[in-house]
Every structure is written in C-alpha cells, then in structure tokens.
C-alpha cells in the first residue's frame, strides 16, 4: 500500500518568513495530492490540491510543488501570518484492485508562528 | 448545505458497552470515510464505503463495524468498547469521480474508560 512520510514534524518560524512541509510517497501510482489544514479542535480543511498533471500551484501565499520522478511534494507558505499556526497535513492517493481509491495521510506538521 | 455533519460530538463510555457514530451528508457524495484522529499518528482509515449498500476495510478496522443503508449516511459501531479506542473521530464524504478531494465533518470526542 502507499506509504505517505511528512517532515518536519514541528516547524517554528518568525511571523513574515516562509515555511516549507515536505512528504514523500511510495507509490508510483499516486497521481492526487491534497494539502489540509487543521487548527486545534477543528475539522481538516483542504487548502490546496495538485494532480500529477502539473508540477506547480499557486493560491496567494500558498503554493504546492510535485517532483513525479522523485515521488516528493511540498508545501510553501509564504508572509507567515499567526492565522497560519495549525497542524497541517499531505495526503497522496491510491487505487485498490476492485477500483475504490482513497488517500493516504502523512502524520502531521505543527507549524509555529512567532510574532 | 450543511455539509458533513458528526453526531454525537463528545461521548465516554466504559469498557465494554456499546455505541454507534452517526455521519450525514447532503452533498449527494458516493464515497464516505471513518478515520480515527490520535495523537501524532496523523489520520488512519477505519472503514469506507463506495455506495449506498457497500463497505470495505480501511487500515485500522478491528473492532468497529459500519454500515451505509442509506447514501446519505454512514454508521460507525464499536460493539465492545476497549480503552485503545479512545480518539477522535473524522467522517469524511467526496463524489465518486477520481482524484477529488475530502469533505470533513468536525469530529466526535471518544472517551472509553
């Protein structure tokens, strides 16, 4: 099955940098990758996606980047703001034999926003 | 439009007592999803269902059992509470199109002492 790692587990950054999650994916097959956002007590909310088609995403100050080759995506938040603290989540997706699909979730980054 | 809607939102139960998750939709969605939430183990997959009528195994399915009778809704049951199942618990709802995204209700609570 697909096997999804997410680095790093803790990210602490000054309000105005960049922040930058990475996950991998055994795969080879995935072609959906959907990033969520989760803040404390809160449901996951899909904040951006990209499928295998492209390599690049933009919505405002997030961005998402997919190497197909090195079966690698990462996540880019740029002008870090403190609405931007929350637990934020990869996914990639798989297909089973009788045809269901699903996704597969990384463990998680806590992103820290320092003001 | 609510959306995906979890009842009851906080529960405790002793070991060994029984009780059934709720999760409605009213997207008209196909695939419907239960994870369980726990803490840096990000979300694992429990059971899942394509349509109405249909279940299968997710990663995590020992101890639970589900059921969808309707397409709208998606029954999560634990017949015999134990402690390890103390977690979070996610539905999830999406259309039956390929490579589309999650619809998350807020979660249930789940205390098992």
């Known amino acids: 099955g697909e096997n999804v790692e997410q680095h790093p587990s803790t990210l602490s950054v000054q309000e105005g940098d960049s922040a930058v999650i990475k996950c991998t994916y055994s795969?080879?097959?995935?072609?959906?990758f959907p990033w969520y956002k989760q803040e404390l007590g809160k449901r996951p909310q899909l904040i951006i996606d990209?499928?295998?088609?492209?390599g690049e995403k933009k919505d405002q100050r997030i961005a998402v980047t997919l190497n197909k080759t090195a079966k690698h995506f990462s996540l880019h938040i740029t002008e870090t703001q403190p609405e931007d603290s929350a637990v934020y989540f990869c996914?990639?997706?798989?297909?089973?034999?009788?045809?269901?699909?699903?996704?597969?979730f990384g463990k998680g980054t806590h992103l820290i926003i320092q003001p | 439009n609510a959306g995906v809607t979890q009842t009851p939102k906080f529960r405790v139960l002793k070991t060994g007592q029984s009780m059934t998750l709720l999760c409605a939709q009213d997207?008209?969605?196909?695939?419907m999803y239960w994870y369980r939430q726990d803490p840096g183990m990000g979300l694992r997959l429990i059971h899942y269902?394509?349509?109405?009528?249909?279940?299968a195994k997710g990663e995590v399915p020992d101890g639970y059992n589900v059921s969808r009778l309707k397409k709208q809704n998606f029954l999560l049951g634990l017949e015999s509470a134990a402690p390890s199942q103390t977690s979070v618990y996610f539905c999830?709802?999406?259309?039956?199109?390929?490579?589309?995204?999650?619809?998350f209700g807020d979660g249930t609570r789940l205390s098992i002492l």
């Open positions: 996914a990639a997706s798989y297909r089973e034999r009788g045809g269901a699909d699903g996704l597969t």
């Open positions: 997207m008209n969605h196909e695939y």
């Open positions: 795969d080879s097959a995935s072609n959906y």
């Open positions: 269902s394509v349509g109405e009528g249909t279940t």
């Open positions: 999830a709802s999406r259309i039956g199109h390929l490579n589309q995204p999650q619809h």
């Open positions: 990209i499928r295998s088609n492209v």
